[in-house]
Structures are given as C-alpha cells and as structure tokens.
C-alpha cells in the first residue's frame, strides 16, 4: 500500500506563537511604564498587566512545551500505538469552531479542533484539514494525540 505522509510531529515544531503572546504584551507594557510615562494614578494598572504578561508566558511555556517535547522524543523512540483503516463516524468542526472535529479508525476515536493549541495533529476539514469520512489512513498516537498522519494515495 502507498501511504503519503500528510503530518509528522517532528515537522511541526513548538507552537512559540501561544506563549509569545506575553512576551509581546510585556515589551508594549513595558514601553508604557517606562519610555511613554503612564501617570501615577494608572501605574497600578500597569503593573498587574506587567505581572499577567510575565505570568502568562511562564505559564503557557511550563504547560505546553514539556508535552511537545515528550512527545516528540516517544515519535523518536517508536513509543507509540499504530491504528490503520477507514475513517468512520467523521463529524467535522464547523468553521467557527465550539465543536471539535471527531472521527474513528478501527474503533480508536480521535478528536481535535484548530483552535485548541496541541503539540498533534489539529488541522480541521474545515480549514483545509484531510481527514475525510471512507479514506484509508495509518495514525502514529499517543492516546488520543496524533503523531503521524498517513492517507492511502
């Protein structure tokens, strides 16, 4: 069988977007308290929007990063379940999202949605996502997580 691989977590790197979002809040805070002057009465405002910045990227680094890196060393280390057959039971997510995308594969049930930072496949049908109710895939997991993509070509 001819499988072409469509995702591989090794391909898609570190989502630094989500915890960038705090540094990027942090340096416009920080410009606002020290080169623009906020006046006195605002400063206390300034101030915890500095320690939310500083906390939110501490946070989201110290949440999402140690997933992405396990998961990609089990990838390296073929730690990890193979499923293959027929997608089955697909729901897509709406455009819009408030659902995520679902679907089964030899009764292994996996489900994701693009607005859900994952260190795995996410990418919807609904935004030029692959996954398609009757084609043939091969899944690299963990779990839930998909490591690997392979549709039958």
Avoid: C
């Avoid at 606002?32 to 501490?58: E, G, H, Q, Y």
């Avoid at 996410?122 to 935004?127: G, R």
């Amino acid at each position: 069988m001819n499988y072409q691989t469509v995702f591989e977590i090794t391909d898609k790197g570190y989502q630094w977007w989500f915890p960038t979002v705090g540094i990027v809040g942090t340096a416009v805070i920080f410009i606002l308290r020290n080169v623009v002057r906020v006046p006195d009465s605002k400063r206390r405002i300034v101030r915890v929007a500095l320690w939310f910045s500083l906390i939110w990227t501490m946070a989201t680094f110290a949440v999402t990063f140690p997933e992405y890196y396990l998961l990609r060393k089990k990838y390296r280390a073929h730690q990890y379940s193979v499923v293959e057959g027929i997608v089955e039971n697909f729901k897509p997510m709406p455009y819009e999202g408030h659902e995520n995308e679902t679907f089964t594969v030899n009764g292994m049930r996996f489900e994701y949605s693009d607005y859900a930072v994952s260190s795995g496949f996410n990418q919807t049908s609904s935004h030029g996502g692959p996954i398609k109710e009757g084609i043939q895939v091969r899944i690299s997991h963990i779990g839930n997580i998909i490591l690997r993509l392979e549709i039958l070509k």
